[in-house]
């Protein structure tokens, strides 16, 4: 069974820095990662895919990476602003035998940017 | 156009009641999800359909019961709830179940159960 742990928990900072979020999980066996932030009772935004095949994928200040073999992604954030205060949950996903895709969720990092 | 759109976004039932959550996108997407979050946790899966055809149900108890009438909607109707079903329920989207597609989300259908 897939466990998917998110490090650290929770986080706060100073608006302007750099920071990343670490994703690991147990089960290396995936087809691609997705990394998608929450705000307080909202939905889930997609932030970046990464395919397996992939090692990294950018958008604008975020950059993602996917070393499969250790069953770890991390995300980067660059220049962190207030706006980006969220939870971020990675997700690996496997595709079941049934032929549909499952992600599991990491229980988030809590991320806080203090102006 | 590349949303999820849910209704309602907020819902309170009593435990007698039957309501249904709807979920509509209009991306041409032949996958759609149910979800289940409850507070403080991670999304988890309830089902999948794939071209309207139900392919996974992840053990979900039978007061839940999905329907996929058309490529475009998805209901969750519910019937004789418990309070521990309160939890924000959230659907999702993908151009199909292949494994390297892209899952989309909506804003959620936030559920309590009195």
């Known amino acids: 069974k897939q466990e998917v742990t998110q490090i650290p928990a929770a986080l706060s900072v100073p608006e302007g820095e750099n920071l990343v979020l670490n994703c690991s999980f147990t089960?290396?066996?995936?087809?691609?990662l997705q990394w998608f932030r929450q705000d307080p009772g909202k939905g889930l935004t997609s932030l970046l895919l990464?395919?397996?095949?992939?090692r990294e994928q950018t958008s604008g200040r975020l950059n993602a990476s996917l070393d499969k073999s250790s069953g770890r992604s991390t995300l980067y954030i660059a220049a962190s602003q207030p706006g980006d205060s969220a939870t971020y949950l990675c997700a690996p996903m496997k595709v079941r035998s049934q032929g549909a895709q499952k992600l599991v969720f990491g229980q988030g990092t809590r991320l806080t940017i203090n102006p | 156009d590349t949303e999820v759109t849910q209704t309602p976004k907020h819902l309170v039932m009593g435990m007698t009641n039957k309501k249904s959550l709807k979920c509509e996108q209009h991306m041409g997407h032949r996958a759609m999800y149910w979800y289940k979050q409850k507070a403080k946790k991670p999304p988890e899966l309830m089902f999948v359909y794939s071209y309207e055809k139900l392919s996974i149900n992840e053990s979900v108890p039978s007061r839940f019961s999905p329907e996929c009438p058309n490529s475009s909607l998805l209901n969750l109707h519910l019937h004789a709830l418990q309070p521990e079903d309160s939890a924000l329920y959230l659907c999702a989207s993908s151009p199909s179940t292949a494994f390297l597609v892209e899952q989309y989300f909506g804003p959620g259908t936030r559920l309590t159960v009195t």
């Open positions: 990464i395919q397996s095949s992939q």
């Open positions: 089960d290396s066996a995936i087809y691609n």
